[in-house]
Structure formats: C-alpha cells, structure tokens
C-alpha cells in the first residue's frame, strides 16, 4: 500500500521547489556569493546570509545516511507500517529526509545506493497537481 499522498498548496520561498516536483524534478538551491547549496529551501543562505539564491537540478540519486522502520503507527498511516524513513545523503551533498520504498524495509542498510522517486500525479480539487512527495528506492 502506498504511503499517502501530499495534501498542501505551496507558498512563498519554496513555491519553486513545489513546482519542480509536480514535474518530476528536485530542486536544489544554491547561494551565488558563497557558493553553498542550500537545504531546505529558503530565500537566503545560512552560511553568509546572502540572497542571491538559484535553483539547480538534482542528479537524482543518493546514499542512505540513517533510517529507522516504522513498525507501529497511528491514524491513516497504522495500515502502511512497516515502512522506512531515512536521512538520505545526496550526490551534491545536503541531506534531506524522505522514504525509501519499492523493497522490503528489511533490505534497506546505511550506505546503500538510492534513485529518487516521485509519487504518481494527483490533482487537488481544482484540477492541479501542485506538489508530489519525493522519495528514494534502491538503485541496485
């Protein structure tokens, strides 16, 4: 059963960012002073406070940090379990927090290659799909 699916609309400094994943892509932000990719999206950096800030593609895949499986849970999610959540290292360096799905929790291990994922499109009541939640799957 899949883990359920995003139910927000995005606003201000991570617009962008929500934007890219209802097309399939992550995005990733970098300031231009100081050349620091930032993570979590945000209108300025945290290393210099600059405010010049781009976006750039991610390549996509990643390395499993840390994870824990979830084995009990409450509310929509009780019927998911067991399911992973991990800190994933990406290629260009930020770690950020996600899934990993697509095998048994049992198989996933820290240093383990992993390909993003997006989950499938779903309109919200106006028809638009805004957002779509990123997660990771074994590459191997």
Not at 18 to 29: H, I, K
Request: aromatic share 12%; proline share 9%; glycine share 8%.
């Amino acid at each position: 059963m899949p883990l359920p699916r995003a139910d927000f609309t995005p606003s201000g400094a991570d617009e962008t960012f929500w934007a890219a994943t209802a097309e399939g892509r992550l995005l990733l932000s970098r300031c231009e002073s100081c050349a620091t990719i930032v993570w979590y999206p945000r209108p300025f950096c945290p290393r210099c406070g600059g405010r010049d800030i781009t976006w750039f593609a991610a390549s996509g895949e990643a390395t499993v940090y840390t994870y824990t499986v979830v084995r009990k849970a409450r509310g929509e999610y009780r019927e998911l379990t067991p399911y992973v959540v991990a800190y994933v290292e990406l290629a260009e360096g930020p770690r950020i927090l996600t899934n990993i799905v697509g095998c048994d929790p049992a198989e996933v291990r820290i240093g383990r290659r992993v390909t993003l994922v997006f989950d499938p499109p779903a309109p919200d009541g106006e028809g638009e799909v805004r957002a779509r939640l990123y997660r990771f799957r074994p590459s191997d």
